[in-house]
Structures are given as C-alpha cells and as structure tokens.
C-alpha cells in the first residue's frame, strides 16, 4: 500500500465555523507533513511530525492546528479561518525526516473559505 | 542556503518529440535532487531522485534526469512526449543539513497532439 489518503476531498466552511482534514498512511512512514498549495504555485511547509512529534511549525497562524494521534493519522484543525486561507492543503509522509527520502503526497483537501 | 530555479513558467513540445524541463540549483554540500509531477486537481507524485552515483536517473514513466554538477543542473527529460503527460512538475532540492526540501516555482507542460 503506497497511498495516502485524505478526506475530504472538497470543504467549503464560513469564517466562524471549525473543521478538521485528515490524513491517513500505513506505509510505516514516521515523518508526516502538511503543506498549502494555492494555484499553479510550489507547494508551501506548513508543519513537519517526525516520530508522533511536531518537529518543524513554518510560524503558521494558530487558526491552524495540527496533531498526530499515532503513526498512521494526521489532522489539521482549522477554526475561524480567512478568506485568504483559501487553498489544496496537501498531506505527505516519508519514511523518516532524512534528507534523501521522496514524500509521497495525499490527492489533498481543497478548502474554501467564505 | 538553499534554492532552486525553474526558468520556464510554460514549456510547449508537439507529442513524439523529445522534451527538456530545466531546473537549477544551488545548495551548500551535497545536493539531494527530485522531481514531482502534479496533475490537474491531484497531488504531487514522486517521478525520480539523485543522492549519489550515476549521473543518469532512470524514473517512471520513462522520464530521466541528468545530474551536472559543474552547471548546477538536473533537467527532467523524455525522448518521446505523449499527450498524457501534460501537467505541472516540480524540481526540489535538499542538502544534507537543511530542515526541509525546497520546490521550484514549476514548470507547467503542454505536449500538443
């Protein structure tokens, strides 16, 4: 199994409301990502978990939330987000945090913010 | 520090012919080098890497890359473009001290039939 799946594919949520994506692997992979792509642009670090534990936070506004309950999930917990946040919202794991390891990224959740 | 550059927004080939996406970079040490491909409303996926050795890397989808190491370079290349490979890619690099792999700005391709 070399899948990563997230869900929902597609959220639309009003700027008062909280939701969660989530993100799923069972590649044994230990590192975790999430990323924020906008249109036609590179993919941009959001948070890194390496073994469970938040290793790297890119100083992402603390309406997002992230948290890892075990080595197969990660969620990002979205609460009173802007219009600007707006994005695919990309999951990705790798074996571990080395240098030399691909990431293998989710299909992504697409989130609308009204 | 790291970066990398890719230096066309849009590249055009007909279908058949071979195609060339370029991408430099520009790292301290050793650079780990990567592409991904990203179609239309789907994720990246991983097309091939260079950490060391052969200067020649073999990926799917019959793509291949050549790492130059005096040009800073590692182009994406196919002898033979098909329609179906229509989409946006990404080089990435990563040294072996950096916290995180850095993407280009892509390089979205068009093979026309």
């Known amino acids: 199994d070399t899948e990563v799946t997230q869900t929902p594919k597609h959220l639309v949520m009003g700027m008062t409301n909280k939701k969660s994506l989530k993100c799923e692997q069972h590649?044994?992979?230990?590192?975790m990502y999430w990323y924020k792509q906008k249109a036609k642009k590179p993919p941009e670090l959001m948070f890194v978990y390496s073994y469970e534990k938040l290793s790297i936070n890119e100083s992402v506004p603390s309406r997002f939330s992230p948290e890892c309950p075990n080595s197969s999930l990660l969620n990002l917990h979205l609460h009173a987000l802007q219009p600007e946040d707006s994005a695919l919202y990309l999951c990705?794991?790798?074996?571990?945090?080395?240098?030399?390891?691909?990431?293998?990224f989710g299909e992504g959740s697409r989130l609308t913010v009204l | 520090a790291q970066s990398v550059a890719q230096p066309e927004d849009q590249v055009n080939v007909a279908e058949g012919n071979p195609l060339t996406v370029k991408c430099t970079y520009s790292?301290?040490?050793?650079?780990?080098l990567f592409w991904y491909v990203q179609y239309p409303n789907r994720g990246l996926q991983f097309l091939l890497k260079?950490?060391?050795?052969?200067?020649l890397v073999k990926g799917s989808y019959g793509f291949e890359a050549e790492f130059n190491k005096s040009q800073t370079s590692f182009h994406l290349k196919k002898p033979s473009a098909l329609v179906s490979d229509s989409a946006l890619y990404f080089c990435a690099v990563r040294s072996g001290s950096a916290r995180q792999l850095t993407f280009g700005s892509g390089t979205q391709l068009t093979v026309l039939p």
């Open positions: 590649m044994g992979h230990r590192a």
């Open positions: 790292v301290s040490g050793n650079p780990y």
């Open positions: 990705a794991s790798s074996q571990d945090r080395g240098p030399t390891g691909e990431l293998f």
């Open positions: 260079y950490i060391t050795g052969d200067n």
